[in-house]
């Protein structure tokens, strides 16, 4: 669908329109090439079908300070005495990209959206008023939260970490700003509510009780869960795994981490998990392998979409624009069925050294339009049906007779080795890595 642009009183992205589809002919770099829409991919547009979101902090916060040198931009809607006149124009430049963009979702942290007060009751008086603002925003435009979070990592307080803290005041102070945050997600109908980690792990490990940290951990994300089911949260929880930095290990280390931290909490049934490619490839995976281990417990939450540098292994948060990656990410989503509350959040940042109006522009359309082919192609495989036919001939050995009798736990290992005296040496199987890649590369290349 097609949004009306979001004017307030200052145009802070001047010069630059609505972006629209002009097809794969085009050569307007403010143009999608492949993201149209309203184009109906296997029964759903593609709107529905990747749900992309815009972030707050990386777009509107951050002007591209790093370690060794401050901001190369200076965003006009940051300019001003007053933190919370500057959050209100922080907004109207958000919404006005978000349309021109016409992107259907949103993400924030409590501190992107408003500024921090002198105590707990201010800063939820500041979350309230910006949530209130947001709120008619997002009537105007229909452009929805996808999620919401805390962010319990850039406070000093939080240095020893936020529900895994070590001093029970500051586990308190987390919960402070969770508490109001959730009311945030819920007041402007979040579809999910995130918990990203940062600090929760430790940098010393001979000076950290980790057995008391996790079991803080999971008693924390009961309160929240629990308190959010009691204000009408009815989206996901989700939890997104990071296996280092800030702190040298952070305990969300990877998907079947998590994944098996869920299950031991018992809060497997109200939580999935949100992927950031940038965090696989720092946890020595690929973004598919996490997704596909999420898809395979049932709980492939939402992505953020990005990715990292292969060479210094940092976390690069860069415009996701591998078509291979995207490929294989989607084929993974629609495999799962395909988004349900999740989505596609651009958690990138554009390079430090990137300081024309139209680079906000420039980067999310390479990125929408990464994950249009990304979706197309993986759409082609599925429909062409050779690559998931040569992935269960593999296991048709399961399928029937002793196999099947094994898979539902009816065989003893005394029944496998008979089975194995009397059928001898098995028949080599070629496992075709070689024709899955080049089917991959088919797809890729015919799509348009
Ligand atoms: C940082 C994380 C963070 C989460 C939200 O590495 O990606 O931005 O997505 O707190
Ligand atoms: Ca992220
Ligand atoms: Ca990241």
């Known amino acids: 669908m097609k949004r009306d642009v979001f004017k307030g ?42 749900r992309f979101a815009v972030c707050y902090w990386h777009t509107f916060c951050s002007g591209g300070h790093d370690p060794f040198g401050p901001e190369t931009r200076q965003h006009a809607w940051l300019k001003g005495s007053d933190p919370v006149a ?180 018992n809060l497997q049934d109200d939580f999935k998990l949100n992927i950031e490619a940038n965090h696989a490839t720092l946890a020595g995976h690929t973004f598919a392998h996490e997704l596909q281990m999420c898809a395979d417990a049932s709980m492939l939450g939402s992505i953020d979409a990005n990715r990292g540098d292969y060479q210094n292994g940092w976390d690069t948060d860069q415009f996701p624009v591998d078509l291979y990656d995207c490929m294989q990410a989607m084929l993974v989503v629609l495999e799962d069925g395909g988004f349900k509350n999740g989505g596609l959040n651009f958690d990138a940042k554009l390079r ?15 990125g929408m339009d990464s994950f249009a082919r990304g979706l197309l192609a993986a759409d082609k495989l599925i429909q062409d049906g050779r690559l998931s036919g040569l992935t269960s001939a593999r296991y048709e050995s399961f399928d029937g007779g002793k196999g099947q009798a094994f898979e539902s736990g009816e065989l003893s290992l005394s029944d496998l080795r008979d089975h194995a005296a009397h059928v001898g040496e098995p028949a080599q199987i070629s496992g075709k890595q070689e024709l899955v890649e080049n089917l991959m590369n088919d797809a890729l290349m015919s799509v348009s």
């Open 9 to 50: 009183d200052t145009e802070y992205f001047k010069g630059i329109g609505q972006i629209a589809y002009e097809g794969h002919e085009s050569d307007n770099p403010l143009a999608f090439k492949a993201y149209d829409p309203d184009r109906v991919v296997s029964g759903k547009t593609m709107e529905e079908h990747l």
């Open 86 to 265: 500057i959050a209100m124009n922080k907004m109207d430049a958000a919404f006005e990209l978000f349309t021109k963009l016409n992107v259907p979702f949103y993400c924030f942290h409590d501190r992107d959206l408003a500024p921090q007060g002198a105590t707990v009751a201010e800063s939820e008086k500041n979350l309230q008023t910006l949530v209130e603002a947001a709120k008619v925003r997002q009537k105007e435009t229909n452009v929805n939260l996808l999620w919401g979070t805390a962010n319990a990592f850039t406070d000093p307080r939080y240095m020893n970490g936020a529900s895994t803290n070590p001093n029970f005041d500051v586990v308190a102070h987390a919960g402070a700003q969770v508490k109001a945050a959730l009311d945030a997600t819920v007041e402007l109908g979040g579809q999910n509510y995130v918990f990203w980690g940062g600090r929760e792990g430790y940098i010393c490990l001979f000076n950290s009780n980790t057995k008391r940290e996790l079991e803080h951990m999971g008693q924390f994300l009961t309160m929240a869960r629990d308190y959010g089911r009691s204000i009408g949260f009815e989206g996901t929880f989700l939890i997104e795994p990071k296996p280092m930095e800030p702190t040298k290990h952070q305990y969300d280390f990877d998907a079947q981490t998590v994944i098996g931290f869920l299950r031991e909490h």
């Open 352 to 366: 430090r050294e990137s300081t024309d109006i139209e680079d906000f522009f420039i980067s999310h359309i390479g």
